[in-house]
Structures are given as C-alpha cells and as structure tokens.
DNA sequence: ATTAATGTTCAGAA
DNA sequence: TTTCTGAACATTAA
C-alpha cells in the first residue's frame, strides 16, 4: 500500500522524533514469529548503527531513507504492507524491528512493522546507495517530474500508459492505486500507448500527478478496508474518501455521473477507470 | 476446502 | 536492450 503520499506520511510523522537521535539498538522483534530474512540482517546492521545519529529522515520514491551520521543510510522499503509508527501498531504480532533511541524523550523507539513481510531493512555504506539507487535505477521523484521528462520518457515506449505509471525507473513514487486515480484525472485510457499520448494529454498528466499526489498527503494517505495503513500515530489516512476509481467498480461515476467504473488487469495488476471520462486511443 | 486477489520489487527468462 | 512472468509472504473473500 505504501505509496508516494503514504510514504511521505511516514517520514514527516516520525521525521522530528528521528533526527539527532542516537540510537540505543535495533533488535528483531520477539512478536516477529517468522525471525524472516531481515533477523541475521539485523545483526550486522546492529554492530554499524549502536552510537550513531540520525542526520535525517527523507523519502526516496517508495523508500524510507535514514541518514546515518558518518554517511551511511539505512534503507525501508516498507512494499506491500510495511509501515513505520512511534506508538500504536495495528497488532502487535506484526512488528519486526525496533530502533530504540537514547535519552528518553516522548517517543522512545521506532517500529516497523509489517503484517505481509514482504518489506526490507537494508544498510548501505557511504556512497553505496547512490549507486544502487541513483541516476537511472530510479526516475524522477512523482512531484519534481515535468512536462518535458514526460514527453522524453512517454515517447520511448510503447507499452501501456498505466504500466507506464508504475515502472519505478520512469518516475518514481507512483503505485497502483494512484496510477488509476491519475489517469482517470487525467482524462486518459489506461491502456493507451505511452507514446501515442498528444500534448494535451501530457499535459494534463503532468497536471494530475501532481494534484492527485499533493492532495493525497495532505489527507496523509489512503487507508483502505483492511486497514492496514496508519500515520505514524496510528491515525487512518482520508485520501479513500477522494477515490474517484480505484476499487468502485460497477458504480456510477463521480464525476461525470454517467460512465459505470470497469476494472481489467494490465501488468497482473487491478486497473480501475471511467469509460466515459477516460476515452482515448485504446490499443 | 481450494483458489484468487491485495498496496511492491526484483531476478531471471523471453 | 526491453519487457514479461513468477516468487517473496500473510490474510481475506469468493
């Protein structure tokens, strides 16, 4: 679920609790029943963070980067269900790691806690994520791409637009609730061709990512029925209740009060539109 | 009681 | 080189 506007809403939840913090441990946790990949991981990381600061807390495309005084970064990639709290987690059988700080202050520890655990902790020496993660591995951030990288990026390929949408090494922060509510903003078929779009299409792509991200944060997210998302203090998120798409299919549109919301799978993956509002070159 | 589907990413194959 | 498929995992709905 973690997308762009869920992961931002990490960050800045736990970001002024974070920074300048030095961390006590960081331990598997005895709930984790399934000790997973991540426990002989987090030994490692353990003997390299004990006594360190925290620098600062920042997203990058669906990841949640911690920087190590020193230089170092330690990586979340909260996937599918992965999700950072100070207090409150959905359940309690779920965490899997805990970051225990010095000097008590109002929040003692970070968790992460992961019902699917399919999420991962990774510890990158100094200089090694920006070759993991750097110039091309990722895309542009969601709300820096403009215009033109749009143009350069849609006229190289062929393949769907909303499978566009979703290729991290286009742009990045982009998931799969988000690429349907863009689109459908946007006024574009999912499955047209990227590089068939005319600029006016662009445009308004551009346009809608970044209305539909922006607004997405300030409402901290979607949490959906199951809900697994939380803010950091265990608030739901309200950015469902602007869901124009995504998971009403069979129901009117909202917005033209006239298309019926159909669903189709492109890239093994739900798409939800309004025939009506999303016409388009279809493939 | 199986089977399919769920927010993501990546290795390996086509 | 680019694009597609399946797997990693836990839980719920059909």
Redesign the pocket.
């Known amino acids: ?3 762009l506007p869920e992961v931002e809403t990490m960050v800045r939840g736990i970001r002024s609790h974070v920074i300048g913090r030095i961390i006590d441990d960081i331990v598997a946790c005895p709930n984790d ?2 000790p ?2 991540i426990a002989p991981k987090l030994a490692m990381i353990r003997k390299k963070l004990l006594g360190q600061r925290f620098a600062e807390v920042r997203r990058l ?3 949640i980067v911690f920087d190590v005084s020193g230089g170092s970064n330690l990586v979340i ?5 992965g999700l950072l709290v100070l207090a409150n987690p959905p359940d309690v ?2 965490l899997r790691v805990e970051i225990r700080f010095q000097e008590s202050r109002e929040f003692d520890s970070i968790w992460f806690w992961d ?4 999420g991962t902790v990774t510890w990158f020496e100094p200089g090694a994520l920006q070759r993991k993660l750097g110039s091309g ?1 990722l895309g542009p951030d969601a709300l820096d791409i403009d215009v033109s990288e749009w143009i350069e990026s849609c006229g ?4 769907e637009i909303k ?1 566009v949408l ?1 290729d ?1 090494k286009i742009v990045a922060g ?4 988000y690429a349907s509510e863009i689109l459908h903003k946007a006024g574009i078929h999912p499955t047209q061709p990227a590089n068939s779009l005319n600029s006016g299409s662009i445009d308004k792509l551009a346009v809608a990512v970044r209305s539909v991200l922006s607004k997405a944060i300030l409402c901290e997210g ?5 809900g ?2 939380r803010n950091a203090l265990n608030q739901n998120g309200r950015y469902q209740n602007e869901h124009r798409v995504y998971m009403r299919e069979g129901q009117t549109c909202i917005s033209c009060e006239k298309g019926e919301i159909a ?1 189709i ?1 492109q ?4 798409t939800f539109f309004c025939p009506n509002c999303q016409k388009g070159k279809r493939k």
């Open positions: 679920m973690p997308e029943h399934k997973i990949s495309g669906k990841r990639e909260p996937r599918m269900t059988d779920h019902r699917r655990g399919l591995a190289k390929t062929g393949r499978v979703l991290q982009i998931g799969n609730i979607s949490t959906l029925g199951d697994t998302y669903r799978t890239a093994q993956r739900s």
